[in-house]
């Protein structure tokens, strides 16, 4: 399943390659003409945020619970009911059978904690504004992405944690706008 993702839907943490969600989504749409994904917020406070997804496919109903929490997740605190969200849904996917056999990237956590303090690689800026022009986004846009996720005003600035973070954003909003063209 690993060769149906294209190499930008794939991440690699510690030598292992990781798909993000962007890839099942686009996986799913491609083989489902009827594709319909539901989430639902099972809890939220200033700390934790969990969410229910249910994915609708041929072949069934698949489910998925997907946390977040500040302290877990201090990169994307500001966003912890989004990166929950994108959890639920890439488990429910999996599920489906979209990369069963593939942890999903996002849910990951960095065991390398040089990750969090080195400067964001060449490769993941040049993948960060890639993803941003494929979505469709911005400058100004990217920019208040970036801003509001870490709270640093320039790429140059991230960290290679922060910068994962960023790309599996764009990636999952690359998806959306994909999905609304072919609907």
């Given at each position: 399943?690993?060769?149906?993702?294209k190499n930008e839907e794939l991440?690699?943490?510690?030598?292992?390659?990781?798909?993000?969600?962007?890839?099942?989504?686009?996986?799913?749409?491609?083989?489902?003409?009827?594709?319909?994904?539901?989430?639902?917020?099972?809890?939220?406070?200033?700390?934790?945020?969990?969410?229910?997804?249910?994915?609708?496919?041929?072949?069934?109903?698949?489910?998925?619970?997907g946390n977040a929490s500040v302290?877990r997740d201090r990169v994307l605190?500001?966003?912890?009911?989004?990166?929950?969200?994108?959890?639920?849904?890439?488990?429910?996917?999996?599920?489906?059978?979209?990369?069963?056999?593939?942890?999903?990237?996002?849910?990951?956590?960095?065991?390398?904690?040089?990750?969090?303090?080195?400067?964001?690689?060449?490769?993941?800026?040049?993948?960060?504004?890639?993803?941003?022009?494929?979505?469709?986004?911005?400058?100004?846009?990217?920019?208040?992405?970036?801003?509001?996720?870490?709270?640093?005003?320039?790429?140059?600035?991230?960290?290679?944690?922060?910068?994962?973070?960023?790309?599996?954003?764009?990636?999952?909003?690359?998806?959306?706008?994909?999905?609304?063209?072919?609907?």
């Amino acid at each position: 399943m690993l060769n149906n993702f294209k190499n930008e839907e794939l991440v690699k943490v510690q030598g292992r390659l990781f798909p993000v969600v962007g890839g099942r989504l686009r996986l799913a749409h491609e083989d489902n003409a009827n594709l319909s994904i539901e989430t639902k917020v099972i809890s939220y406070d200033t700390e934790v945020a969990i969410i229910h997804a249910m994915v609708k496919t041929e072949k069934g109903i698949f489910n998925g619970l997907g946390n977040a929490s500040v302290k877990r997740d201090r990169v994307l605190s500001n966003a912890i009911l989004e990166l929950a969200e994108t959890r639920a849904i890439a488990r429910a996917l999996r599920f489906a059978g979209y990369g069963v056999e593939y942890t999903g990237f996002e849910e990951v956590e960095s065991q390398n904690e040089s990750d969090e303090k080195e400067t964001a690689s060449k490769t993941q800026l040049t993948d960060i504004f890639a993803f941003a022009r494929s979505a469709n986004i911005s400058n100004e846009d990217l920019k208040e992405l970036i801003i509001s996720t870490t709270g640093k005003e320039y790429t140059k600035d991230l960290t290679k944690k922060e910068a994962k973070a960023i790309i599996s954003i764009l990636a999952k909003r690359k998806d959306e706008n994909n999905r609304d063209v072919i609907m």
